[in-house]
């Protein structure tokens, strides 16, 4: 059973920056999708980033050139490095993780992943 535990929320004025981190348990084999949604109070969780076992990338357009995600394989690590910060950013964030090749269309839904993290708050004031 996949365990994935997520780090590195908090508060931070607009314009700031956060760094998330999700530790995953164990080797996640060699195709996998792992992305980090997000869920604001009253509103569906959805895709803000995903990667590939491949390195491949995939974003929503409203973090597009402000979020990155990245993976270091050696740790069972992966990151959400945010920038720029806004107001709207603010959510719960789980990191998610799928074994399949490739990651869903658009980021996919949360029924494409099968394991989750706990989540870890982000607060952006203005």
């Known amino acids: 059973q996949v365990q994935l535990v997520e780090s590195g929320g908090g508060s931070v004025q607009a314009g700031g920056s956060l760094r998330l981190s999700c530790a995953v348990s164990?080797?996640?084999?060699?195709?996998?999708?792992m992305g980090w949604f997000r869920q604001a109070p009253g509103k569906e969780r959805t895709g803000v980033a995903a990667?590939?076992?491949?390195?491949?990338?995939s974003y929503v357009d409203s973090v597009k050139g402000r979020f990155t995600i990245s993976q270091d394989n050696a740790k069972n690590t992966l990151y959400l490095q945010m920038n720029s910060l806004k107001p709207e950013d603010t959510a719960q964030y789980y990191c998610a993780a799928a074994i399949r090749f490739g990651c869903p269309y658009g980021l996919g839904t949360p029924r494409d992943y099968r394991y989750w993290g706990q989540g870890t708050q982000v607060t952006v004031s203005s």
């Open positions: 990667i590939d076992s491949a390195g491949t990338t």
């Open positions: 164990e080797y996640m084999y060699s195709r996998y999708c």
